[in-house]
């Protein structure tokens, strides 16, 4: 069984294809000419250029695959028009060569984004999270598709807790919180969520279902930036920045400038990322790593780098 690999080189891919070799999966991965390939070059792994955008690539990489993984995505929240074409077009038309191809087992990775709990919708502001929760039924209609959707995954290198801690290091001791912080999130410590899309990659059944991925503990948005911060042993104020005013002002100023790193930040923490039905401890059939643990793992990697 082939494996093609989309978003290969990113956070979740690098960690995810390591898993999957080490259950012996033959993979294909797919990157981009300009993307950084040198974590990928040391695994016993096929790299291939191409690009979402351009459906002859797509088809290239696709011959004598039975499997597709699909974790590439635009995150860039900054760019609606690129997220649109990459995560909702791209996506489909995948899809559509997936099943051209005779694939037999198509992975997505989606995310969790709800705007309360009991939800369906994501934010309506929420654009990456939108475009990947819009793009689980384009890929449905072509070909049964195993769908995966993920709570916020942290790790060292993320772009989760990292822009977090430096914005604890650069403002210290204030630290802006969105909102009042009272939303529900319940991060997957990158190991955990690696592990989980190796075993939906290679085994089970194959059906149209979304399933939720997320870590052991619910916490609020304010509790788990005080573990953050408390694992990092700095000392912290709270400043509030209301919601109305950020989704009226901030939002889009942020969007105007540009500023990835803090819209990206605003989507998860600015909405409802726990869930009543997590499939990860069943798929993995063992504890997931605690917040605490995986903070600390996280700290103490990243004092290295």
């Known amino acids: 069984m082939r494996v093609l690999v989309t978003?290969?080189?990113?956070?979740?891919?690098?960690?995810?294809?390591?898993?999957?070799?080490?259950?012996?999966?033959?993979?294909?991965?797919?990157?981009?000419?300009e993307s950084d390939r040198s974590s990928l070059e040391k695994l016993d792994c096929e790299i291939v250029e191409g690009d979402l955008q351009d459906s002859a690539s797509l088809t290239s990489a696709l011959q004598d695959c039975s499997t597709v993984l699909h974790l590439a995505a635009e995150?860039?929240?900054?760019?609606?028009?690129?997220?649109?074409?990459?995560?909702?077009?791209?996506?489909?038309?995948?899809?559509?060569?997936?099943?051209?191809?005779?694939?037999?087992?198509?992975?997505?990775?989606?995310?969790?984004?709800?705007?309360?709990?009991?939800a369906t919708a994501s934010r309506p502001w929420a654009v990456v999270?939108?475009?990947?929760?819009?793009?689980?039924?384009?890929?449905?209609?072509?070909?049964?598709?195993?769908?995966?959707?993920?709570?916020?995954?942290?790790?060292?290198?993320?772009?989760f807790t990292l822009?977090?801690?430096?914005?604890?290091?650069?403002i210290q001791p204030l630290l802006l919180i969105p909102g009042q912080g009272t939303f529900q999130m319940q991060p997957i410590w990158i190991d955990d969520l690696a592990d989980c899309l190796a075993l939906a990659t290679l085994e089970g059944k194959t059906e149209n279902e979304c399933r939720d991925l997320a870590g052991p503990q619910v916490l609020s948005g304010l509790e788990f930036l005080g573990k953050l911060a408390s694992a990092s042993s700095y000392f912290k104020i709270n400043i509030h920045v209301p919601e109305t005013l950020l989704k009226f002002g901030g939002l889009p100023l942020l969007r105007a400038l540009g500023?990835?790193?803090?819209?990206?930040?605003?989507?998860?923490?600015?909405?409802?990322?726990?869930?009543?039905?997590?499939?990860?401890?069943?798929?993995l059939g063992r504890d997931l790593i605690s917040i605490e643990n995986g903070l600390n793992q996280h700290n103490k990697k990243e004092a290295k780098a």
């Open 75 to 118: 995150t860039n929240p900054a760019k609606p028009s690129l997220v649109k074409d990459v995560n909702l077009k791209a996506s489909e038309e995948l899809a559509r060569l997936s099943k051209e191809a005779g694939v037999e087992r198509f992975v997505y990775l989606s995310a969790l984004n709800q705007a309360r709990q009991g």
């Open 259 to 283: 500023r990835r790193e803090w819209l990206s930040l605003a989507e998860k923490l600015i909405a409802h990322t726990a869930t009543e039905r997590n499939f990860a401890p069943a798929l």
């Open 7 to 33: 978003g290969a080189s990113g956070f979740v891919g690098k960690a995810t294809v390591a898993k999957l070799i080490e259950r012996g999966a033959t993979l294909r991965c797919l990157l981009r000419r």
């Open 129 to 159: 999270t939108g475009s990947k929760q819009k793009a689980e039924a384009l890929i449905s209609a072509h070909l049964p598709a195993i769908i995966l959707r993920s709570a916020p995954c942290y790790g060292p290198g993320d772009n």
């Open 163 to 170: 822009p977090l801690l430096k914005s604890i290091r650069r």
